[in-house]
């Protein structure tokens, strides 16, 4: 299912080398709209989506995919050498990724076109605007073989003229350092309104109108970042082996130059990015076994003959389910279990896999959360049986500071929210989320509240929906 704006891009990158020079006689940059702009940032962010997730190659849309008056593509060539559509492309396979506006829209809006090796061209449609198809980027008199298509400004088969990036480009040069003062010549910088997981949040701060635009740093520090400007552009780092952590790059202004900072402490281990994976992944799980416990009725402690949401012992088989709702414990325990026997180690009633710490949280007296004894299950614990036929949720979040980014929810909903790379507090026991973190701002706290689904939450940070990155 493609239901988000940007999840045709975000399964399409490959890395991008160094843009075309820039032609002589360079027109001044214009200031992009704020969507073309985020489009752009989303195409120059896809090499790092996938570098760190390479099976997404495999689930391309396989068709022209339409969104907020846009047309996404990717092409590649078939047996013949004819431009397709295809559902997926190997390692080493040539592609292109295309953005077309079908319909005007205020500020202007650009077609992108972006080669497999990097190469970035766009177009000012004006008002002829067919729908997209290969002679958009095919060369106009050419066979019409994916091989023909543009890689030098001209002319489209369909009439369309498409320019370099670079020839509407203005250049922004920055300095990243270590906290010794040190060149950082390995890291890769993006500046843009959004970042490499195609978030708006987190970013570093950056301020007035700069160029959107990628670029490796040299051996001296310094990036040359060269686009179009927008207006509200933030900057993302990360290099080869570590996912820099923005929240802790200092920004400073040196000699009219921004320089950025990046201590030790923000290069986090790129292992981290699986362990996020794996997290929603066990989320999503648990959702499911959550929704099994309740059909199922194995835990019924008001006998009433619906079923009850349990906690990670009674849903593992590690201990006898609840038999009411005083912290009682009978003799049923679930058979078969439907989460595996790794959920029964339970300590400080939190289970920890992958990097993460889990937790669930039950309603108690008048929906109030409960957690899970320390040892796991419910012995000791009032969980409120009828709200239990219909409420719970689960947080994940980094075990450590070098183990995760962000921290994850999920309920009875099945939507799994986030939290911002490295822009929340949240890592190991001691400095867990509360159990109305994800829930929105200034609520009752109670887990009948509506979830704080792209808004801020009642840890006043901003949650979102997650599209399984």
């Known amino acids: 299912m493609w239901t988000s704006r940007w999840s045709a891009f975000w399964i399409l990158g490959v890395a991008l080398s160094a843009q075309q020079p820039v032609p002589a006689g360079e027109v001044a940059a214009p200031v992009w709209s704020p969507e073309d702009a985020r489009l752009l940032a989303l195409h120059l962010a ?35 050498g004819l431009p397709t559509m295809p559902k997926a492309v190997g390692d080493d396979q040539p592609w292109i990724a295309v953005c077309w506006p079908q319909m005007a829209a205020a500020g202007g809006a650009h077609g992108i076109l972006l080669h497999s090796d990097g190469l970035v061209m766009i177009c000012d449609p004006g008002d002829d605007r067919p729908a997209l198809s290969a002679d958009m980027f095919l060369a106009r008199g050419s066979a019409g073989c994916f091989g023909d298509a543009l ?21 922004t040069t920055y300095e990243i350092v270590d906290e010794h003062g040190k060149a950082c010549s390995d890291v890769l910088m993006l500046v843009g309104p ?11 701060e950056l301020s007035g109108r700069l160029p959107i635009g990628i670029a490796r740093a040299d051996a001296t520090g310094k990036v040359r970042v060269r686009g179009p400007l927008c207006e509200t552009a933030r900057a993302w780092l ?15 202004e040196v000699q009219g130059r921004v320089r950025l900072v990046v201590p030790s402490t923000a290069r986090v281990p790129r ?19 959550q929704a099994q416990c309740q059909a199922s009725a194995v835990i019924d402690s008001n006998g009433n003959g619906a079923g009850e949401y349990g906690f990670f012992a009674e849903l593992s088989g590690g201990s006898a389910v609840r038999k009411d709702g005083d912290g009682g414990v009978g003799e049923v325990v679930m058979r078969p279990p439907v989460l595996s026997a790794a959920f029964q180690k339970v300590e400080n009633g939190c289970v920890r896999r992958s990097g993460y710490l889990f937790k669930i949280w039950l309603p108690g007296a008048d929906r109030a959360p409960v957690g899970e004894a320390a040892t796991g299950g419910a012995a000791g614990v009032k969980v409120s049986p009828a709200p239990a036929e219909v409420l719970w949720c689960a947080y ?11 921290t994850f929810f999920v309920n009875q909903s099945g939507d799994v929210l986030t939290t911002a790379d490295g822009g929340q507090p949240y890592a190991g ?3 867990a989320p509360a159990p109305g973190a994800a829930f929105v701002q200034g609520g009752s706290g109670k887990l009948d509240e509506k979830i704080a689904a792209n808004a801020t939450g009642g840890d006043g940070l901003p949650w979102n929906v997650s599209h399984g990155h």
């Open 194 to 204: 959004v970042g490499f997981d195609a978030m708006e949040q987190g970013g570093i």
């Open 46 to 80: 896809l090499p790092t989506r996938w570098r760190d997730e390479p099976h997404m190659r495999t689930h391309l849309p396989g068709h022209v995919y339409r969104d907020g008056g846009r047309e996404f593509a990717f092409f590649a060539a078939d047996e013949q």
């Open 151 to 171: 890689r030098q400004p001209g002319t489209s088969a369909s009439g369309h003229l498409w320019m370099w990036l670079d020839q509407v480009g203005v250049t």
């Open 429 to 431: 026991a001691e400095r």
């Open 271 to 289: 292992a981290c990015l699986a362990n996020e994976a794996a997290a929603i992944a066990t989320l999503k799980s648990i959702a499911s076994a």
């Open 396 to 406: 994940a979040w980094p075990a450590d500071e070098k183990s995760g980014l962000r």
């Open 238 to 252: 990360t290099t080869p082996d570590a996912t820099i952590v923005s929240s802790r790059v200092r920004r400073e």
